[in-house]
Antibody
């Protein structure tokens, strides 16, 4: 059974660094073809794809945020991390991680909410 | 970036009716090598994460009711619900699965009369 769960600080002040963790089970990121992505959604708004990491450590970022984003993984601990530097109020959102296999994001976590406020 | 445009932004139908919604991409989502279209549809119910319905433009994800059908190719795609049920109340998103960044459409909100 595939599950993913996001965790994060909940609240940050502007200019701080956001560190998110996606902890998963039911698959391994050492398996060829597996990947995990991060997607966010401001309350009441649409979905924004942020970043993706593959089993072979290949990484991709949304160009609009690339300078702020770092994605990484710990295969042995079944975790993927996303760091966003210099957050501001526009980064207030629910952050999801999702597994990518067979050419689609087939399993999603429940999301973790972030509020950026001074 | 590939821009995904969904229409309508919202629609209201009665249970049992047929619904179609559109998704257009600014560039072709067809992979000329394998002739597959890389377009996904998601359903997001209130307070829940998105749920994958359709991938490859027309392949239904396991467990998805067969009243959901995806069609289209290139830049024009459609999601059809043959007979809407009350539990289909949700926002439906399409996603470019062809090239990074994997952009999403702005969604179609389905309301049940």
């Amino acid at each position: 059974q595939v599950t993913l769960k996001e965790s994060g600080p909940g609240i940050l002040k502007p200019s701080q660094t956001l560190s998110l963790t996606c902890s998963f089970s039911g698959f391994s990121l050492s398996t060829s073809g597996m990947g995990v992505g991060w997607i966010r959604q401001p309350s009441g708004k649409g979905l924004e794809w942020l970043a993706h990491i593959w089993w072979d450590d290949d990484k991709y970022y949304n160009p609009s945020l690339k300078s702020q984003l770092t994605i990484s993984k710990d295969t042995s601990r079944n975790q993927v991390f996303l760091k966003i530097t210099s957050v501001d109020t526009a980064d207030t959102a629910t952050y999801y991680c999702a597994r990518r296999a067979g050419g689609r994001y087939d399993y999603w976590g429940q999301g973790t909410t972030l509020t950026v406020s001074s | 970036d590939i821009v995904m445009t969904q229409s309508p932004s919202s629609l209201s139908v009665s249970a049992g009716e047929k619904v179609t919604m559109s998704c257009k991409s600014s560039q072709s989502l067809l992979n000329s090598g394998n002739q597959k279209n890389y377009l996904a549809w998601y359903q997001q119910k209130p307070g829940q994460p998105p749920k994958l319905l359709i991938y490859g433009a027309s392949t239904r994800e396991s467990g998805v009711p067969d009243r959901f059908t995806g069609s289209g190719s290139g830049t024009d795609f459609t999601l059809t619900i043959s007979s809407v049920q009350a539990e289909d109340l949700a926002v439906y998103y399409c996603q470019n699965d062809h090239s990074y960044p994997f952009t999403f459409g702005s969604g179609t909100k389905l309301e049940i009369k």
